[in-house]
């Protein structure tokens, strides 16, 4: 019998070329399967958004801002050095748990998660004993606060909780389990259930810690209470080759390391930098605003949480034309459906972080607005590495974000003595621009698509016909109300908006009716 084969890649194809290639029948079960596992997973991570963000507005209010901006001084110097703890293994779990589970290969399977634990506990041990010997010399020299001490010393606990959580949360992912847009979830939850019973009781900058490390225990038990009953039966298999097993880990898990190395640098060296040369209470307002920024990823987050496994399953199977669709798909969408939120927060930064968090918390506008521009970039960033993860080229998400990485350590040194936490989110933005413009042109020339810069440029063009509205409205209606003046505005906003796509000719009418009969055919069955 012949051999089925995919058909071949044609170059340079179109976004619009591309959606032509596979039959009706497999673009839809496709899309099924990515529109509703991405609609959990982003519900998921707009209720773990909302719980994270509900976290931290209690913080601010049980931390002065110095202990505020000491805890997460303290957090991000402790997960930098963690980097040397994963190894990037996580990811390399969630590739070959998707891989083995696919092929059968149980035993194979038991035997990468013994060796990855193995590792990381080992080097968990040496990263907390060295944090613990050294605590007191660490605080003084460099955090210049002796309380930064009993901090990196209970972190000692921290570090193995989240160990077996971080773990066990891969697996499930590998399994594409139905559980897992929710663990996050689960997780900011019991941290805010805990903060709100604890506040009271006079912790301090513990207070914090302590909801961390009790939200990793929890999390930690759920996780292995469905991967034992509805996904692995773990103690019914033997181990194989473990030096060997181990090799391949490392060899996928090494390059993801690298990378993990630059996304650390770009997401924390900029508060490291700020605690060292800036104030603590400057800290403290820009990991009120960082954080903020980041609950705006969620639609990226969806998306490349659920393209991964379903990405690397069809590159295994050679089904190389159903992930040219997706990519077009996800390159034309993700800026305009991200686009409107994004900047009507960036409209009303200021007035956002005072009653989120208080009126000291302001001071972070023109920052959080700079970061809100470089989230837009790190969206597509976050697609863009998770598909050349899938594809096994995660070596060159490395080179890109490593000379990112560099470039941002450059521009905070230049940026932060003059201007603060606002030269802090420039550096951070123009590194995720960088990324962004090097990880899109490698995604093309891998699947043989063309880039999308004509719809990127257009959908920024429509973007400042959001915002020029948007101001000028704020400006003619100032007397309003705000509580009814800004819904107003945000609806017209959109309104012009959606006008200014299709008259640019980013979408059109016909293709806005293919995706409504698509969403109505997966949410029938």
């Known amino acids: 019998m012949a051999r ?41 991570a707009v209720l773990s958004g909302f719980a994270a963000y509900a976290t931290r507005m209690v913080l601010t209010r049980a931390l002065s801002v110095t202990e505020y901006g000491l805890f997460y001084g303290v957090f991000s110097f402790v997960s930098f050095f ?64 002796p309380k930064a001490a009993l901090l990196l010393k209970f972190f000692v606990v921290y570090i193995f909780t989240s160990l077996f959580a971080i773990l066990l949360k891969a697996i499930l992912t590998g399994f594409r389990s139905k559980f897992f847009p929710f663990f996050e979830l689960f997780k900011n939850t019991t941290n805010l259930l805990f903060l709100l019973v604890a506040a009271p009781l006079s912790l301090g900058i513990l207070l914090p810690l302590f909801g961390q490390i009790i939200s990793w225990i929890v999390m930690m038990g759920i996780c292995a209470y469905l991967l034992l009953k509805y996904h692995f039966r773990f103690f019914d298999y033997h181990l194989t080759n473990l030096k ?14 690298l990378a993990s190395i630059g996304y650390q640098v770009i997401g924390q060296m900029d508060t490291l930098f700020l605690v060292y040369l800036r104030t603590l ?43 040219q669709q997706g990519v077009a798909e996800v390159y034309k969408y993700g800026f305009i459906l991200s686009a409107p939120v994004l900047l009507f927060f960036f409209v009303y930064a200021r007035l956002f972080l005072e009653l989120s968090f208080g009126l000291v918390y302001g001071a972070g506008a023109q920052a959080f607005q700079i970061l809100l521009i470089g989230i837009l970039f790190y969206i597509m960033v976050m697609i863009n590495n998770h598909i050349l993860a899938a594809i096994g080229k995660p070596g ?45 042109l490698y995604v093309a020339k891998e699947l043989s698509v063309a880039p999308p810069w004509l719809f990127w440029t257009k959908s920024f063009v429509a973007g400042g016909v959001y915002l020029a509205v948007a101001y000028g409205l704020e400006e003619v209606l100032a007397s309003m109300v705000f509580y009814l003046r800004i819904p107003f505005i945000f609806l017209i906003a959109c309104a012009v908006y959606v006008l200014a796509l299709f008259l640019l000719r980013i979408v059109s009418w016909q293709e806005v009716q293919e995706k409504k009969r698509l969403l109505l055919r997966v949410f029938a069955r």
């Open 396 to 440: 060159i998400t490395t080179k890109i974000v490593l000379g990112s990485a560099v470039l941002n350590i450059i521009l905070n040194l230049i940026f932060i003595p003059p201007f603060g936490m606002g030269g802090a989110a420039l550096a951070t933005s123009l590194s995720y621009l960088t990324m962004l413009l090097f990880s899109t």
């Open 4 to 44: 089925n084969t995919p058909p071949p890649i044609r170059a340079h194809t179109t976004p619009a070329e591309s959606l032509k290639t596979t039959s009706h029948a497999s673009q839809s079960f496709y899309a099924q399967i990515a529109i509703k596992t991405s609609l959990a997973i982003f519900i998921g």
């Open 281 to 323: 209470e400057e800290v403290g307002v820009y990991n009120t605003v960082l954080p903020a920024s980041l609950v705006f990823l969620l639609f990226g987050k969806s998306v490349a949480d659920i393209i991964f496994p379903l990405f690397a399953e069809m590159w295994a199977k050679h089904e190389h034309h159903k992930i």
């Open 82 to 145: 963690l980097l040397f703890r994963d190894f990037g293994l996580p990811t390399a779990i969630i590739k070959y748990v998707a891989d083995f589970h696919a092929k059968k290969k149980n035993n194979e399977l038991k035997t990468a998660l013994v060796s990855v634990t193995l590792v990381q506990f080992v080097s968990s041990v040496i990263i907390a004993v060295v944090l613990f010997a050294f605590a007191d010399s660490i605080a003084t020299s460099y955090f210049k606060e």
């Open 244 to 257: 060997s097993s181990t090799t391949l880990m490392f060899s996928f898990g090494l390059p993801v390391m």
